[in-house]
C-alpha cells in the first residue's frame, strides 16, 4: 500500500508566521509554488495559499445594510466580509493564514490522501507526526506523478 511518507516532498519550504506577506508571495513566486506551511518551533501552525494572498489585491465588497432603530441589520454575511478584510490589511502571514489546515498523517493510503484534496477542495497535505511537527507536504502533483509511475 502506498502511503503518504512514499510520495511526499520531505525538503518543504516553510515560513515563519512573522514573515511579511510580501516576502510570502517572493518565496511563491520564485520557487513556483501554490502554498506554504507556516511553522513555529517545528509545528504546523497555519498554511498560506495563492487564494490567501490575492485577496489583497481583489475588490472589497462592503456587504449590504439596513439601519434599523437599536442596531444594524446585515442582509450578507457581515463576518465573511469581517475576515476578508482582516486578511485585505494584513502584513503579516500570520495575520493572512488559514488557521484550520487539513492535514495527514505519514501512514494515511493514498487513496484517503486523494478523497481528501478532492472533498475539501485543497490542493497540498502538510504531513505531520504525533507531535504536530511538519515532516513533509503530499501535493496534487505528487499524486499525479505516482500516477503516471504505476505500472
Known amino acids: 500500500m502506498i502511503t503518504a511518507k512514499d510520495i ?3 525538503d518543504v519550504i516553510t515560513i515563519d508566521p512573522e514573515t511579511s506577506v510580501k516576502k510570502a508571495a517572493n518565496i511563491m513566486s ?9 511553522v513555529k518551533d517545528g509545528e504546523l501552525v497555519g498554511i498560506v495559499t495563492e487564494n490567501d494572498l490575492i485577496i489583497k489585491d481583489k475588490k472589497l465588497h462592503f456587504p449590504e445594510y439596513i439601519n434599523v432603530i437599536g442596531g444594524i441589520i446585515y442582509l450578507e454575511s457581515y463576518k465573511k466580509f469581517e475576515e476578508e478584510f482582516k486578511k ?6 500570520g495575520e493572512l493564514m488559514t488557521k484550520d489546515v487539513i492535514t495527514a498523517s505519514p501512514n494515511d493510503p493514498i487513496e484517503d490522501l486523494a478523497t481528501t484534496m478532492h472533498q475539501e477542495d485543497v490542493n497540498r ?4 507526526d504525533n507531535a504536530g ?3 513533509g507536504i503530499v501535493t496534487r502533483a505528487n499524486i499525479v506523478k505516482h500516477i503516471a509511475l504505476e505500472d
Do not use: C, H, R
Open 133 to 135: 511537527q511538519l515532516i
Open 125 to 128: 497535505l502538510p504531513v505531520v
Open 30 to 38: 520564485e520557487n513556483d509554488i501554490s502554498g506554504l506551511p507556516v
Open 88 to 93: 485585505f490589511i494584513a502584513v503579516k502571514v
Open 8 to 10: 511526499m516532498t520531505t
